[in-house]
């Protein structure tokens, strides 16, 4: 079992850079892919970003290609979600995802497919 804290999170301006940190707590870090998710209260639950256990591959949603990226440090049991040229769109709560199931690039974006979770940090950005 793996327990998920995410730090970072605050306003920022549009056009401004912010990096979410995830610490795990638990052993096995490196056995678990990771994801980023997003919500508002007006909208569900969204994919942002992922990285593979397996051989660290990276995919992101249409929507942040190309702004935000996301690594890990098994080392450190951490995951990083650096998020560039932030919109007013950005504006949600962000959650941090562990999973150890067997995950291919279609499931590995689903969020049912991930079965431990953060508790959320909070990213506005201002227009």
């Known amino acids: 079992q793996v327990r998920l804290v995410e730090s970072g999170g605050g306003l920022v301006q549009a056009g401004d850079s912010l990096k979410l940190s995830c610490a795990a707590s638990?052993?096995?870090?490196?056995?678990?892919?990771l994801g980023w998710f997003r919500q508002t209260p007006e909208k569900e639950r969204e994919f942002v970003a992922a990285?593979?256990?397996?051989?660290?591959?990276?995919y992101a949603s249409d929507s942040v290609k190309g702004r935000f990226s996301i690594s890990r440090e098994n080392d450190k049991n951490t995951v990083y979600l650096e998020m560039s040229n932030l919109r007013p769109a950005d504006t949600a709560v962000y959650y941090c995802?562990?999973?150890?199931?067997?995950?291919?690039?279609?499931?590995?974006?689903?969020?049912?497919?991930?079965?431990?979770w953060g508790q959320g940090t909070q990213v506005t950005v201002s227009a």
């Open positions: 990285i593979s256990r397996y051989d660290g591959s990276t």
């Open positions: 995802a562990a999973s150890d199931l067997w995950l291919d690039a279609t499931r590995i974006i689903q969020d049912s497919k991930y079965n431990y």
């Open positions: 638990g052993r096995g870090f490196s056995n678990y892919h």
